[in-house]
């Protein structure tokens, strides 16, 4: 069935392996980004494999941009069938040295963007009946990491609020969710964090920065051998549109064995998080 699927922050990385694969596989997508003079590595890429996207102005942080994106493509189709929420950034410091700004910076883009996103579209879904909103998060939203802990705060809060939402909108209103959750992605991802790092004050020189540093000197092991860390776009890309395509989606999927195999003491018995819906909706709505 083709799908009207609306993808947030296809800029760069994953977002433009998201777009292209799933108008590849038949749907018609409205790839966003914040800033419409990034678009070159899209629409390069679009034009690879001959395909057509529509492109729109969105920023996860303003609600009235995000309002007006989603009232554009339901002027335009009549609905919206997927919404992934893509758009993310990742943060490397600890609490103590985060400025008050970086913390709500992270959260924002990470959490309220989601929400803000899942807000816009949710009611023309429950009109429609049916629907699907992906998540991207991260085994740093079931593993808390070192340095990370406000980037995995942020994504801890989007799997919360996945299984939450899940938990009544799938069996009252059809509309599904799931949480999307890959180890490390081999794009400019990795390299912003490194950037964001530097553009906040670098490496400071405190009683963190040994241990820091061990942080990121094994981010190089992390990436070598047959079951590295980090997949390609493509790859996590590949996940996100066979779920895209599936009659009943996964409440949380992940996108590799390491990712699997990190996240194996919160996941066994659940794997795909139907076991803990099926729970929440006896306990909560019989």
Same mark, same amino acid.
């Given at each position: 069935?083709?799908?009207?699927?609306?993808?947030?922050?296809?800029?760069?990385?994953?977002?433009?392996?998201?777009?292209?694969?799933?108008?590849?596989?038949?749907?018609?997508?409205?790839?966003?980004?914040?800033?419409?003079?990034?678009?070159?590595?899209?629409?390069?890429?679009?034009?690879?494999?001959?395909?057509?996207?529509?492109?729109?102005?969105?920023?996860?942080?303003?609600?009235?941009?995000?309002?007006?994106?989603?009232?554009?493509?339901?002027?335009?189709?009549?609905?919206?069938?997927?919404?992934?929420?893509?758009?993310?950034?990742? &943060?490397?410091?600890?609490?103590? %040295?985060?400025? /008050? *700004?970086?913390?709500?910076?992270?959260? #924002?883009?990470? +959490?309220?963007?989601?929400?803000?996103?899942?807000?816009?579209?949710?009611?023309?879904?429950?009109?429609?009946?049916?629907?699907?909103?992906?998540?991207?998060?991260?085994?740093?939203?079931?593993?808390?990491?070192?340095?990370?802990?406000?980037?995995?705060?942020?994504?801890?809060?989007?799997?919360?609020?996945?299984?939450?939402?899940?938990?009544?909108?799938?069996?009252?209103?059809?509309?599904?969710?799931?949480?999307?959750?890959?180890?490390?992605?081999?794009?400019? &991802?990795?390299?912003?964090?490194? %950037?964001?790092? /530097? *553009?906040?004050?670098?490496?400071?020189? #405190?009683?963190? +920065?040994?241990?820091?540093?061990?942080?990121?000197?094994?981010?190089?092991?992390?990436?070598?051998?047959?079951?590295?860390?980090?997949?390609?776009?493509?790859?996590?890309?590949?996940?996100?549109?066979?779920?895209?395509?599936?009659?009943?989606?996964?409440?949380?999927?992940?996108?590799?064995?390491?990712?699997?195999?990190?996240?194996?003491?919160?996941?066994?018995?659940?794997?795909?998080?139907?076991?803990?819906?099926?729970?929440?909706?006896?306990?909560?709505?019989?």
């Amino acid at each position: 069935m083709q799908k009207v699927v609306l993808i947030t922050g296809t800029s760069t990385g994953l977002g433009v392996s998201l777009a292209v694969q799933a108008a590849a596989a038949g749907h018609t997508v409205y790839a966003t980004m914040r800033d419409l003079a990034k678009r070159a590595a899209l629409d390069n890429a679009a034009e690879d494999v001959g395909i057509e996207l529509s492109v729109l102005e969105l920023d996860v942080q303003d609600t009235g941009s995000v309002e007006k994106a989603v009232s554009t493509i339901v002027q335009e189709q009549g609905r919206i069938d997927t919404l992934i929420n893509n758009a993310g950034a990742g &943060f490397v410091r600890s609490t103590e %040295q985060a400025s /008050q *700004a970086d913390i709500e910076w992270v959260l #924002d883009v990470n +959490l309220m963007g989601v929400i803000r996103c899942t807000k816009a579209v949710i009611g023309h879904m429950r009109e429609a009946k049916a629907g699907h909103i992906i998540n991207i998060s991260s085994v740093g939203g079931l593993v808390g990491q070192p340095f990370n802990e406000l980037y995995c705060a942020a994504k801890f809060a989007v799997e919360g609020y996945t299984e939450a939402m899940a938990s009544y909108m799938t069996p009252s209103f059809g509309i599904h969710f799931t949480a999307v959750e890959p180890g490390g992605i081999s794009t400019e &991802f990795a390299n912003n964090v490194l %950037q964001q790092v /530097q *553009a906040s004050g670098g490496m400071l020189e #405190d009683e963190y +920065l040994p241990v820091l540093q061990q942080y990121i000197g094994g981010s190089q092991t992390r990436q070598e051998g047959a079951n590295a860390a980090y997949q390609t776009a493509h790859e996590v890309a590949e996940v996100v549109v066979d779920i895209i395509n599936a009659d009943e989606p996964p409440i949380r999927a992940r996108t590799s064995e390491w990712a699997e195999e990190l996240t194996r003491f919160k996941t066994n018995l659940d794997p795909d998080g139907s076991k803990q819906q099926s729970m929440v909706v006896e306990r909560f709505l019989s």
